[in-house]
């Protein structure tokens, strides 16, 4: 037995314990020194032996066999008399258990349902005999353990949350634009941590290879150690690469005054590594997912499916039949400038960030949100998008928005609004978005666009003005400013920056060109929808 042991009970989490050992209760001494381990016999004595700092390790199956009014709390107690420096359990543990070993400031561990006792026993014995695992086995070692509860589907938290118990450090996992994804940690609950994340954000510090995406997974690195003085702090951050491209970053978090070793390395990198297959596979899913959304909305959209059929598909990606939702359709002033895919992953970024709800799907070369809440919610969603458009990609897009559907069936109705108005948009180019609340007459005229009775009006209203003629865009330039005077006529000549005169001549050519009786109120009336007509087509 080592008497002078140097290896604390949080050494050999670290070293030793599987990955997935959790801290039940105890904290308060985790940092008592262990100079043995012991396994619960099956058979009386229950632990031979003891001489004091043994972890002991306890199967609640070998302990009901040992006998069936053993408790595991009456049992922290009589190990806490020899002195024993922790506890690690297999099996559920209960709350009598759980106050007994924070009375007696005993690290109560609870060890993964796959643990082996007696193979826990032999590589905490080679640690404390001195002959500990070299890191990177030991660092291929949680790899191998990550991985298992990467296959269990416990997600990104899980795996965080294990590696941070695992190297008594707080973990951080962000995507590429370093936005936290998940953490774990002492850290994560201190009042400092707003602040920290904040300090994480910052990309200036990061290396310049671990900034290019590309180069990053070509090169590989090894994780690097930065500072966070502000916090006093320092970060072991590690590049995240998944399909020979930077995923995202993951980071260990130390205090300033801490060394980092080749244990830290071989975690951060190993971790990374998992991280990076566990964001492939979710990746994997959400584009399997926003391909069968859109197949539904399509399909919806389009009258291929039935309100019953869509509603069923729709809520079990995420739809919820009570909430108000707002169509917004969005698409670039040029051809496929951005690109539906980009304008996509920059909706569904500003509705995290936004904190909204959104289905939102690419419709041949523009995108469909369905952005949940009121009409202030998808302003503020349509306004975010169009300035991170025009911040990334230094081009405009023009945005539609239907009014509120309060149930599926409006859905479609709010979604040929938000067509119409983000038609109108990108004819008057508008920079900010169009409700179709705020088209007046042209909410009518816009339902009827394509249609041939449209084309077919305008031209027999307006006659010979309607022809393509030089001195016809002239004329209809000076009726529109015309109605928009309410047929002042003093008002209209100074609206074009004319004489009286000449206003008076252009009337004049506008009645012999067309016959237009224009004192006639049904005329009137005929005309200025025509001219409204004339912006839709």
């Not at 314990?17 to 959790?22: A, C, E, W």
């Not at 809520?315 to 951005?338: E, K, S, W």
Request: charged share 20%; glycine share 6%; net charge negative.
């Amino acid at each position: 037995m080592n008497q002078q042991s140097r290896y604390t009970v949080q050494d050999l989490i670290r070293l030793a314990l599987p990955v997935g050992t959790i801290v039940a209760a105890g904290q308060a001494g985790m940092q008592r020194r262990v100079k043995w381990v012991s396994v619960l016999n099956t058979r009386p004595p229950a632990f031979p032996d003891l001489a004091g700092g043994e972890l002991a390790l306890i199967s609640l199956d070998a302990m009901r066999l040992l006998s069936d009014k053993l408790t595991l709390a009456s049992l922290i107690h009589d190990l806490s008399v020899m002195d024993v420096a922790a506890i690690a359990v297999a099996g559920e543990i209960g709350p009598p258990a759980l106050a007994a070993a924070d009375e007696r400031q005993i690290p109560l561990l609870r060890l993964p349902d796959t643990a082996q006792l007696r193979t826990i026993e032999r590589q905490v014995a080679q640690v404390l005999m001195g002959s500990p695992i070299a890191p990177e086995e030991r660092g291929r070692e949680v790899r191998e353990q990550l991985l298992q509860l990467s296959t269990e589907n416990r997600g990104l938290g899980a795996l965080a949350a294990a590696l941070a118990d695992l190297a008594g450090k707080t973990v951080v996992v962000q995507d590429k634009r370093l936005h936290t994804l998940a953490a774990a940690g002492p850290l994560t609950g201190s009042p400092a941590w707003p602040a920290i994340e904040d300090a994480l954000y910052d990309v200036n510090p990061l290396p310049a290879l671990f900034r290019d995406r590309m180069e990053v997974a070509q090169a590989s690195p090894d994780p690097v150690s930065i500072g966070l003085p502000k916090m006093e702090l320092r970060r072991l951050v590690a590049p995240i690469v998944a399909g020979k491209m930077g995923r995202g970053f993951l980071s260990l978090i130390f205090e300033e005054h801490e060394p980092v070793d080749a244990f830290d390395v071989a975690f951060a990198r190993h971790g990374a590594a998992v991280c990076a297959l566990e964001m492939a596979k979710e990746k994997a899913i959400r584009e399997a997912q926003k391909r069968v959304q859109g197949n539904v909305l399509e399909q919806f959209l389009g009258g291929m499916i039935t309100e019953n059929e869509a509603l069923l598909r729709l809520t079990r990606l995420g739809y919820q039949p009570n909430q108000v939702y707002i169509t917004l359709y969005i698409g670039g002033l040029r051809d496929h400038q951005p690109t539906a895919r980009q304008i996509e992953a920059l909706c569904n970024e500003q509705a995290a960030a936004l904190g909204f709800s959104a289905l939102v799907q690419p419709y041949g070369s523009e995108v469909i949100v369905f952005c949940e809440g009121d009409e202030a919610n998808a302003r503020d969603l349509a306004l975010a998008v169009q300035g991170r458009v025009a911040e990334r990609y230094g081009v405009q897009v023009v945005v539609g928005m239907g009014q509120p559907a309060v149930d599926l069936p409006a859905w479609r109705e709010s979604f040929h609004q938000a067509v119409a108005a983000y038609r109108m948009a990108q004819q008057w180019r508008l920079t900010n978005p169009l409700a179709f609340s705020e088209m007046g007459v042209y909410r009518l005229l816009s339902l009827l666009a394509g249609s041939p009775e449209l084309s077919k009006f305008y031209h027999e209203t307006l006659g010979e003005l309607a022809e393509d003629h030089p001195n016809n865009a002239e004329f209809l330039t000076t009726l529109e400013a015309f109605f928009e005077e309410h047929g002042n006529l003093t008002r209209t000549a100074k609206r074009l920056h004319v004489h009286r005169n000449t206003l008076l001549y252009r009337m004049e050519r506008i009645r012999e060109i067309s016959g237009l009786d224009l004192d006639n109120p049904d005329t009137r009336l005929a005309v200025h929808l025509a001219l409204r007509i004339r912006r839709i087509l």
